[in-house]
């Protein structure tokens, strides 16, 4: 049986969710100053989230308890989940916004494409061919899992194409850099609804 709590205070999200693998809490704020707080269990993707965040300028409170003595597999996605909810509801209470972000970010000899669409259908395509089966305690194959799995929660189009790179762990910060520097970009306020139909 899972539980799951909703709440919203002005532009901060709240959102929790309990299962039997994982019970996770957070707080999202995308207009924020990067007061940013993290404890997943797994300090490398601790470092990743808080690229995230940082990068796209968040303030974010992410708590997790997981069930990390069978693998890393359950809080990796179930974190992807809760963060993408909280992001699907933050993006969708923006009134006008510009939709669309892109970055092409360098990270030493790595050079990553990132492009976003706030489009209301979820949706990942991604090219990460790591050549290494973990960076710290988690697994590669992880990282498009969570990428692909908070597209479809926050129910936006993303495609992360790594242009080139040698060193896994420019490959998997890189894709964390370049993907909050786009999404940075799609929240920005316009003057207007950035949809024919209406509505996204």
Not at 118 to 147: D, K, P, W
């Amino acid at each position: 049986m899972s539980k799951q709590i909703i709440s919203s205070t002005s532009s901060v999200i709240s959102l929790s969710r309990q299962t039997k693998e994982t019970d996770i809490s957070v707080e999202l704020d995308i207009d924020g100053a990067q007061n940013i707080e993290i404890n997943t269990g797994i300090g490398f993707f601790d470092h990743m989230i808080h690229q995230l965040a940082s990068h796209a300028r968040w303030n974010l409170s992410l708590k997790v308890s997981g069930d990390l003595h069978i693998d890393d597999h359950h809080t990796v996605e179930d974190i992807a989940i809760v963060l993408g909810q909280a992001l699907q509801q933050a993006w969708r209470q923006r009134k006008t916004m510009q939709r669309y972000g892109q970055r092409l970010l360098p990270m030493d000899e790595t050079l990553i494409m990132c492009a976003v669409d706030l489009s209301g259908r979820g949706l990942y395509v991604g090219e990460l061919a790591f050549t290494r089966e973990n960076i710290g305690q988690v697994s590669t194959e992880m990282f498009e899992h969570f990428f692909y799995t908070l597209a479809t929660s926050a129910a936006i189009t993303l495609h992360i194409k790594p242009m080139y790179f040698r060193n896994n762990h420019h490959l998997a910060e890189g894709c964390f850099k370049a993907l909050a520097y786009a999404l940075k970009e799609a929240l920005t306020p316009t003057d207007g609804i950035n949809t024919t139909k209406g509505m996204l």
